[in-house]
């Protein structure tokens, strides 16, 4: 064989490697990884529902025979804001598939929370349920791709964030294009600077397109109501989907 036929060959292999690399970071990598970080969301849940935070017992003067529980609530709990690459909570969107449980910690960085954990919480916006901007970010295509289909997301769907005591669930309310610099979809008002928050919404952040960084796809939702831990189960609206 001459040396150009073996330098040929060469070369189709490494394109062979190069592409079978490719495939592994894009497509199999991401399953694997996804799968991973699901599988912690679910233990994560597990261990909160196994041990539920304490009931605050009655005063000594109480008289009255005990109440049913509150149904959901539209007043919700305050929660601190967390450290950096400390979870708080896992964030369920069953249009996503009913195995869709991502850990969400503080802050954005990749290599303390994104590539690590799966969703960050930017910091100093809003937590969930308060008043103001609950604003998320997750990659789009590695490191299991949390958000790699949030553009398929219907008007309706529900957004759950689950914590130690109990779950915030929004709906999904619509999905825009921003460049790559564009902030101020993280005000307490999305992209309105001079507005107060009066309401409560949270904004997912990701790449656009899947395995570019041209755009960021943008993805909001509104406040429905929170359900204390102590109650009988989960929402419905982890397992309904859209409303």
Not at 103 to 127: C, E, F, N, W
Not at 178 to 189: A, E, F, I
């Amino acid at each position: 064989m001459s040396v150009i036929g073996v330098i040929g060959d060469l070369l189709v292999t490494a394109g062979v490697l190069v592409l079978l690399f490719v495939v592994w970071q894009l497509w199999i990598g991401d399953a694997i990884i996804g799968a991973q970080f699901k599988d912690e969301g679910r233990q994560l849940s597990e261990q909160w529902n196994a041990d539920p935070p304490p009931v605050p017992a009655p005063s000594a003067t109480a008289s009255a025979p005990a109440q049913p529980s509150a149904p959901p609530t539209a007043d919700p709990p305050a929660l601190d804001q967390p450290g950096d690459a400390q979870v708080f909570g896992v964030v369920w969107i069953p249009r996503l598939g009913s195995d869709y449980h991502f850990k969400v910690a503080g802050g954005v960085s990749s290599s303390r929370t994104l590539d690590p954990i799966g969703l960050g919480h930017y910091p100093d916006t809003a937590m969930p349920g308060q008043v103001g901007n609950f604003a998320i970010a997750g990659h789009r295509g590695s490191h299991g791709a949390p958000f790699a289909d949030l553009p398929s997301l219907r008007i309706g769907d529900a957004i759950v964030v689950e914590t130690e005591g109990g779950w915030y669930t929004y709906r999904f309310r619509n999905l825009e294009y921003v460049r790559p610099d564009g902030v101020n979809v993280l005000l307490p008002t999305p992209q309105q600077p001079q507005i107060e928050a009066t309401d409560r919404v949270i904004t997912m952040t990701t790449c656009s397109p899947r395995y570019g960084f041209s755009e960021r796809a943008i993805g909001y939702g509104v406040f429905e109501s929170f359900t204390p831990r102590t109650d009988a189960g989960p929402p419905t609206s982890l397992t309904s989907g859209a409303s």
